[in-house]
Structure formats: structure tokens, C-alpha cells
């Protein structure tokens, strides 16, 4: 294995240095310390199959630092990232360059979920009316699914970028685990989603995200679990977001319109395969019915709210009423899945509907008890449904059971032959934003990567001389009514200096629309500045016009002659966002983002510390606002030579003795200590902006 593993490290080594493949592939390439450490780290641990864990700031590199050691490894390697996104973007910009640029033979794929592909059947039904969509707009885009469904040969429905993925035509023309008829399907040998897997499974290198890793956990249908036991290096890049998606994907869900999809697949199976032996249209009926009738149990609750449920009833409801709700529900269920049961035999389709039923029902009694005692569940509002959600408080015991196998034990070499074995893989971990101690306990406990191999890699920037800090004072307290206002007045007279290139990032949706109207009218209709808010169009094109003006509108006296952006946004925008250059110039975040403590899973895991003896606040509130502040404030500085301030609206990061420790997590930038300092940073970028 030494000679492996020196031969491995030279190439790695050879391949990052001045006159290697990578500068001759990349004329902008150039060495850095950081980048060289993290992959001949990442190149020991696939070796070794062990687990590594890289936080990598920003600029860093990590994307070649990983991909150039696993592709020169010769093993099979599997990739994960968190979005859709960033799996295109790393299999058709990423991925091909490198391979190219170190010449290797290798075949390249990217697997997705069943709902990111067209389903030919689907579109059939849609096509013959079985399933005929009724609003105009609603069929004019199946129009366009239709037309390029005749060219596409991957069925990807990122290739229709006028199609949003919240579209309703996508659960028209795609499949969900329910309603794919399997081998039965007359497009089986066709079918876009079981190319995708085929092609995986050939592939050297495969893209996939990771709601289709966790997904794969349980129902074992989405291909994942055929690739990983002959992969021998698997990467998760954004690691950060990985608890979350596993806790999403481990527990349970039921939902309004599983329920009510649930009642018309039937109604629309049997009028097939058994018309006239039951009333189907009133057994269905009556499932709808009592779905309308649980939903109406919320009346009054604001849409977005999520009802804390450890009892039999989520919190603030009747329980009386909620609970003979949820006995109409189930009766009805049971009712419709009675002469399923007889005629099950008779088709193929009318067995699967049955067995839909019986999962439906079975988890709609779970929810009918109280939780279970290590889980945290809650009931989700929306304007037009309900979502009942159950989940463990981390993944730590998934993760370690069920994925990692043999590759966190300490000093484990791998034997001969065992290559391809489960247990014996290399899993690299990474992302600019883990932790703020050592170990990166942040994302190592929840995660269950306790005794992982961790590597920090500081970003190469130059904060200090590229970037400032403001927190104004005096100034209002966070929640007060004056707060919001008070953001708004600053964010419009810092980007009035500097031609917008602003971003404001909220903590809430209600400090989102606050800030955001009170810039509208502020400015109106005629002022040099556009502001744009989440929500109003979708993410992807907010960027693109965001951009847009930020290339184009000038400054000072002359910003007649075009109109700069401020980009008012919440949620996702704190990460994922790459704005470089001077488009961007100035982040305000309105208020420290501590967890909302009233939501149920941030609920469950304080109570949870508090039992054990540990502090709430200081185990795990303080660093998830340490981490959310560090990924909000990594949208200000994207390369080398950008420059920009971050204004953080809280006196709190000053005032309290936890400040420092906020801070601490924060890019070393320089502190303005007054307006008049802000001030003049902010005509600083204004002056240099474009020489």
C-alpha cells in the first residue's frame, strides 16, 4: 500500500504544481498552499479508506483540491452536492474541464431523482386526458414539455430552463415511487429514469445530490444503492446542508395531497381494471372529503407555521375535533382499501394502488399516537394543505449504521481484495462552513463523524485589507418596531453612495417584506434604484438582473444613466449565492440568525441538551447563529480581488458577552468603529469601483 500511496501523492503533487496538468489545462491557474494541502489530505484518506472532513474557506478551491486526487485514484467515484444546481454545474463545467486537463478516459454521469425526469407514461395520460390539467397556462406548458420531449434524449427537465421546478405541470409529466408502474410500464425499456441509473452504474464518475443519497436509504429504488457498494471514494461537497436533508429524508411524511393524489390514482385505476364493482367515486369522495375536513382543523392558523406535536395533537389545536378528524380520515382510508384488497389480483395496477393505500394508512396511524421518544414531529401549515412530518433530532445513527460501515474506525487498513466492499470506502466531507472549533463539532456530532480525520483550510483572501465590518450604534433592538425601519433607512443611503450593489439578508420572511416595501416606497417608482425582493420571481433570474445591473449602473453624479439593485432576500439566499466582482459590494444582515426557538426540531434538540446536562444556548443555538452569520457573510467576498463592507443590524454582536464569539466565526475583516467610517468605506468603493 506505500507504494500506492506514494504514487498517488506524487501525482497529486505533480498535478498542482507550476508547469503540471492543472496550469496547463487552466491558464488562470496558479498554486495555493491551501488548495495543495487539502487535496494530498483528501488523497491520504482515499488510501487509508477513511473519513476526512475539510473545511475549506472561501477561494480555497476545494472543488480540484477533491476531484483531482478521487479521479487519479482510479476508483469509482460518487459526488454528492447539495442542490440540483450545483450538480449541473459541477457535471457539465467542473468535471469535463478537469478530465480533459489530466487526460483521463473517464465515463461521467449525473443521476437524479424520479422527479427531476420526464415520464413518458405520465405525459401519455396527460396526452389522452386521463390526467388533463384544467387552467390554460397549465396546458400550454405540457404543450412545451410535449414538443421538447420529441428531442431530448436525457429527459432532464433542467434542459427546459423556462420550466420552474414548483411548475404544477412538473408532478404531470413526471413519476413519484407511487404512481410508476414499474416493469408494467408500456415505456419501460425507454424510460428516461432507468437510463439515468444504467448509465450511472456504467460510469467511472457519478453526480448526484443529496436528497437521492438519503432518499436511497429505506426505499432502495432510486439507484443509489446498486453504486455505492462498488464505489471506492464518495465526496459530499456542501457538506453543511447534510443534516438537515438526512433528518428531512429519515423520518415520516403524510401529506394533504399524498392523500388527496391518493384518492383520484384509485378512482382512475379502477375505472380501468374494475369499474362497477364498488362505488369507487363515492369511496374516493368521501377519502377527499375527509382529508378537507382535517385540513379545516387549522383554519385560522397562518400558512408557514409549524405546530409543535410531541402528544396526540399538534399544539394549539382542539384536540376533540382533531382527533375525530383524523378518525374520519382513517375510517375512510380503510373503507376505500376494503375492495381494493378483494380485487387486487385481478390487474397489476389495482395490487399497487392497494399496497399505496395500506403505507398511507399504516403511517396515518403512527401520527394518530403520540411520538416517539428519540423523534421530533410537527404539523406543517400550508395555504392550500397539510404536512405531517416525524424525524429523528440528527443522523448520527444513520449515518454511522447504514452508510459509513468500517471507514470511521481509527487506523483500520483496508485488506486485500476488499476494494469494492461496503464499509471499506473512502468518504471525503466538505465545505467552507463546518464549525467554529477544532473538531468541527458543529457538523461532526450531529453528522456522527466523532474521530474523522479533520483538515481547516483558511481562505487566501485578504479580508482585512478587501473587506470592513459595521455594527452600527446606536441602534434599535432586534424585534422592535423601529428595527426594520431603521435597516431600511441605512440600506438606502449606503446604496445610494455606492449605486445599489446591495444585498439584505433577513432572518424572517416578516423582516423580509418589512425592509423590503419600505425601500419601495422610500425610493418610488422613479428613483436610480431598483429593489427586488425574494419571492417576486425566481431565485436564478433575481441573480441574473441583480447582476445585470450591477455591471451597468454607474455612480454618483452620473447614475441617471442606469439603475442600480438592492436584492432584499431570506432563506437560501445565505448560501449558494456567487456574486463576484464589484456587482456586489455591500451585505446587511438584519439581525443575528439565532434558530427560531419556538420551531418544533430546534425545540426538540434544546430539550434534548437540557436533559442531558448540557446548555441549550451555548451547545447549539450560538453555533448554528455562528455558522448561519459565517454563510451569510461569505456572500460579501467571491474572489481575490473583490472588496466590499458587511453591516450586521444587531448591537447584540457587540453588546454581549457571546458576541466574541460570533465574531470569532467571521472572516478576519477590519471593524468600523462609527458612521463617518462607514461612510468613507463606502465612498472608498465608490471611487475605486471600475480603475
Known amino acids: 500500500m506505500d507504494s500506492q500511496t506514494n504514487s498517488l501523492a506524487r501525482a497529486v503533487s505533480e498535478a498542482f504544481a507550476p508547469g503540471g496538468v492543472l496550469s496547463r489545462a487552466e491558464p488562470a491557474y496558479r498554486p495555493r498552499a491551501g488548495q495543495i494541502a487539502m487535496a494530498e489530505a483528501v488523497a491520504q484518506a482515499i488510501e487509508a479508506r477513511r473519513v476526512l472532513v475539510v473545511e475549506a474557506g472561501t477561494g480555497v478551491g476545494k472543488t480540484y483540491a477533491y476531484l483531482v486526487p478521487a479521479l487519479l485514484s482510479g476508483q469509482r467515484v460518487l459526488v454528492s452536492t447539495a442542490t440540483r444546481a450545483l450538480q449541473d454545474q459541477l457535471f457539465a463545467r467542473d468535471l469535463p474541464r478537469l478530465v480533459h486537463g489530466l487526460g483521463l478516459p473517464l465515463r461521467m454521469a449525473r443521476l437524479k431523482g424520479r422527479s427531476a425526469y420526464l415520464c413518458l407514461e405520465r405525459l401519455d395520460q396527460v396526452r389522452q386526458g386521463r390526467t388533463a390539467p384544467q387552467d390554460p397556462q397549465v396546458l400550454r406548458g405540457v404543450a412545451a414539455v410535449e414538443r421538447w420531449a420529441r428531442t431530448t434524449h436525457t429527459g432532464d427537465l433542467a434542459e427546459l430552463p423556462a420550466l420552474d421546478e414548483r411548475s404544477p405541470v412538473v408532478p404531470l409529466v413526471t413519476s413519484t415511487k407511487d404512481n410508476c408502474l414499474g416493469s408494467d410500464c408500456p415505456h419501460w425499456q425507454d424510460c428516461h429514469v432507468n437510463r439515468a441509473r444504467r448509465?450511472?452504474?456504467?460510469?467511472?464518475?457519478?453526480?448526484?445530490?443529496?436528497?437521492?443519497?438519503?432518499?436511497?436509504?429505506?426505499?432502495?429504488?432510486?439507484?443509489?444503492?446498486?453504486?455505492?457498494?462498488?464505489?471506492?471514494?464518495?465526496?459530499?461537497?456542501?457538506?453543511?446542508?447534510?443534516?438537515?436533508?438526512?433528518?428531512?429524508?429519515?423520518?415520516?411524511?403524510?401529506?394533504?395531497?399524498?392523500?388527496?393524489?391518493?384518492?383520484?390514482?384509485?378512482?382512475?385505476?379502477?375505472?380501468?381494471?374494475?369499474?362497477?364493482?364498488?362505488?369507487?367515486?363515492?369511496?374516493?369522495?368521501?377519502?377527499?372529503?375527509?382529508?378537507?375536513?382535517?385540513?379545516?382543523?387549522?383554519?385560522?392558523?397562518?400558512?408557514?407555521?409549524?405546530?409543535?406535536?410531541?402528544?396526540?395533537?399538534?399544539?394549539?389545536?382542539?384536540?376533540?375535533?382533531?382527533?375525530?378528524?383524523?378518525?374520519?380520515?382513517?375510517?375512510?382510508?380503510?373503507?376505500?382499501?376494503?375492495?381494493?384488497?378483494?380485487?387486487?389480483?385481478?390487474?397489476?395496477?389495482?395490487?399497487?394502488?392497494?399496497?399505496?393505500?395500506?403505507?398511507?394508512?399504516?403511517?396515518?396511524?403512527?401520527?394518530?399516537?403520540?411520538?416517539?421518544?428519540?423523534?421530533?414531529?410537527?404539523?406543517?401549515?400550508?395555504?392550500?394543505?397539510?404536512?405531517?412530518?416525524?424525524?429523528?433530532?440528527?443522523?448520527?445513527?444513520?449515518?454511522?449504521?447504514?452508510?459509513?460501515?468500517?471507514?470511521?474506525?481509527?487506523?483500520?487498513?483496508?485488506?486485500?481484495?476488499?476494494?469494492?466492499?461496503?464499509?471499506?470506502?473512502?468518504?471525503?466531507?466538505?465545505?467552507?462552513?463546518?464549525?467554529?472549533?477544532?473538531?468541527?463539532?458543529?457538523?461532526?456530532?450531529?453528522?456522527?463523524?466523532?474521530?474523522?480525520?479533520?483538515?481547516?483550510v483558511d481562505s487566501p483572501f485578504d479580508y482585512a485589507n478587501h473587506a470592513a465590518l459595521y455594527v452600527p450604534q446606536p441602534f434599535a433592538a432586534p424585534g422592535s418596531p423601529a428595527h426594520g425601519l431603521q435597516v431600511a433607512q441605512l440600506v438606502r443611503d449606503a446604496a445610494e453612495r455606492i449605486g445599489g450593489r446591495a444585498?439584505?439578508?433577513?432572518?424572517?420572511?416578516?423582516?423580509?417584506?418589512?425592509?423590503?416595501?419600505?425601500?419601495?416606497?422610500?425610493?418610488?417608482?422613479?428613483?436610480?434604484?431598483?429593489?427586488?425582493?425574494?419571492?417576486?420571481?425566481?431565485?436564478?433570474?433575481?441573480?441574473?438582473?441583480?447582476?445585470?445591473?450591477?455591471?451597468?449602473?454607474?455612480?454618483?453624479?452620473?447614475?441617471?444613466?442606469?439603475?442600480?439593485?438592492?436584492?432584499?432576500?431570506?432563506?437560501?439566499?445565505?448560501?449558494?449565492?456567487?456574486?463576484?466582482?464589484?456587482?456586489?459590494?455591500?451585505?446587511?444582515?438584519?439581525?443575528?440568525?439565532?434558530?427560531?426557538?419556538?420551531?418544533?426540531?430546534?425545540?426538540?434538540?434544546?430539550?434534548?441538551?437540557?436533559?442531558?446536562?448540557?446548555?441549550?444556548?451555548?451547545?447549539?443555538?450560538?453555533?448554528?447563529?455562528?455558522?448561519?452569520?459565517?454563510?451569510?457573510?461569505?456572500?460579501?467576498?467571491?474572489?481575490?480581488?473583490?472588496?466590499?463592507?458587511?453591516?450586521?443590524?444587531?448591537?447584540?454582536?457587540?453588546?454581549?458577552?457571546y458576541g466574541a464569539e460570533l465574531m470569532a466565526a467571521l472572516p478576519p475583516m477590519r471593524l468600523l468603529a462609527s458612521k463617518a467610517e462607514f461612510h468613507n468605506a463606502l465612498e472608498a468603493l465608490a471611487a475605486t469601483r471600475g480603475l
Open 503 to 657: 444585498l439584505v439578508l433577513t432572518t424572517t420572511l416578516k423582516s423580509l417584506n418589512l425592509i423590503g416595501e419600505q425601500l419601495r416606497q422610500s425610493l418610488g417608482l422613479f428613483s436610480n434604484l431598483e429593489v427586488l425582493m425574494q419571492g417576486q420571481a425566481p431565485k436564478l433570474a433575481l441573480m441574473e438582473r441583480f447582476m445585470a445591473a450591477g455591471a451597468m449602473a454607474p455612480h454618483g453624479k452620473d447614475a441617471g444613466a442606469g439603475r442600480g439593485c438592492i436584492l432584499v432576500a431570506s432563506a437560501t439566499f445565505w448560501e449558494g449565492v456567487d456574486l463576484p466582482g464589484d456587482v456586489l459590494q455591500l451585505v446587511v444582515i438584519d439581525k443575528l440568525p439565532f434558530p427560531p426557538p419556538d420551531d418544533p426540531l430546534v425545540e426538540a434538540r434544546a430539550r434534548r441538551l437540557e436533559s442531558v446536562g448540557r446548555h441549550a444556548f451555548h451547545d447549539y443555538m450560538l453555533p448554528e447563529a455562528a455558522m448561519a452569520l459565517k454563510q451569510g457573510a461569505g456572500r460579501l467576498i467571491r474572489s481575490e480581488t473583490d472588496r466590499g463592507v458587511l453591516v450586521v443590524c444587531d448591537p447584540r454582536l457587540q453588546t454581549m458577552g
Open 199 to 456: 448509465q450511472a452504474l456504467e460510469a467511472d464518475v457519478v453526480v448526484i445530490n443529496h436528497h437521492l443519497l438519503f432518499a436511497d436509504l429505506d426505499v432502495r429504488e432510486s439507484g443509489v444503492a446498486q453504486l455505492l457498494p462498488s464505489t471506492g471514494v464518495v465526496v459530499i461537497d456542501e457538506a453543511h446542508q447534510l443534516n438537515d436533508t438526512g433528518v428531512q429524508f429519515a423520518g415520516e411524511a403524510l401529506t394533504s395531497q399524498q392523500l388527496i393524489g391518493y384518492a383520484r390514482d384509485v378512482l382512475r385505476t379502477t375505472q380501468a381494471h374494475a369499474r362497477g364493482m364498488a362505488d369507487w367515486l363515492v369511496l374516493c369522495a368521501t377519502v377527499e372529503q375527509a382529508v378537507r375536513e382535517l385540513r379545516l382543523q387549522v383554519a385560522g392558523t397562518a400558512a408557514g407555521s409549524r405546530l409543535a406535536w410531541q402528544g396526540v395533537t399538534p399544539q394549539g389545536l382542539d384536540a376533540q375535533r382533531w382527533r375525530a378528524a383524523l378518525v374520519r380520515l382513517g375510517q375512510s382510508l380503510r373503507a376505500l382499501l376494503a375492495p381494493l384488497a378483494a380485487m387486487e389480483a385481478m390487474a397489476a395496477e389495482l395490487q399497487r394502488v392497494h399496497e399505496r393505500g395500506a403505507v398511507l394508512l399504516s403511517r396515518l396511524a403512527a401520527f394518530a399516537a403520540s411520538a416517539e421518544e428519540d423523534s421530533v414531529r410537527w404539523l406543517e401549515v400550508g395555504s392550500q394543505h397539510l404536512r405531517m412530518l416525524a424525524s429523528p433530532l440528527n443522523i448520527s445513527r444513520i449515518m454511522r449504521e447504514r452508510l459509513l460501515g468500517r471507514s470511521l474506525e481509527a487506523g483500520a487498513a483496508p485488506e486485500e481484495g476488499d476494494a469494492g466492499e461496503a464499509g471499506r470506502v473512502a468518504w471525503i466531507f466538505t465545505s467552507a462552513t463546518l464549525g467554529s472549533d477544532a473538531q468541527l463539532s458543529w457538523f461532526t456530532e450531529p453528522c456522527g463523524l466523532r474521530g474523522a480525520h479533520v483538515l481547516r
